[in-house]
């Protein structure tokens, strides 16, 4: 009788860890991350061919790098991008982190595609973008280096 009640007590236990693990994994307890890290999906908002191709298939570009100190990208920055298996460089031009006043707060981490000389490979971008980003690519642009002001160029609307 003893070992049978024993048994009986670690069976309910067992039922009990059992479904305390199961509620464990269920549960998400991670932060939402907004910030632009590595391997952060990232939206193409340019009509660039391989970006709508990516797009299109439900497989969105990866962050893989992102060129400045602190790690974290923000709007104006340049990141560099796995895309249907090669990697691109593309500028951010919206981001749902929490930005700094009068800069809009977007719903989706946008990216406007460039090659190395800083020409974007679309020909439009199909949102709006910060006025801030003029003064932000202005300053980044260098005499002989590349030249981001085009993005602002081929840019429909500003927010």
Known sequence: MF?????????SILK?????????????????????????RLRVVDNSEIGKRAMAEGRPPRCIHVYNKRGVGYIGDKVLV???????????????QNQKP?????DSNNLVLIDDNGTP???????????I???ILKERTHAKGADYTKLLAIAGRFV
Not at 82 to 96: F, N, P, T
Not at 102 to 106: D, E, H, L
Not at 121 to 131: D, F, K, Q, S
């Open 133 to 135: 980003l003029r003064t």
């Open 102 to 106: 009068k800069v809009p707060k977007f």
């Open 16 to 40: 009990l860890v059992n479904t305390a693990q199961l509620t464990n994994a269920q549960l998400h307890t991670t932060p939402i991350c907004n910030e632009i890290r590595k391997l952060a």
């Open 82 to 96: 796995a895309i249907k298996g090669e990697m691109k460089k593309g500028i951010l031009v919206g981001l749902k």
């Open 3 to 11: 070992c049978l009640r024993h048994k009986v007590i670690g069976q």
């Open 121 to 131: 490979l679309g020909t439009r971008v199909h949102v709006p973008i910060p006025t």
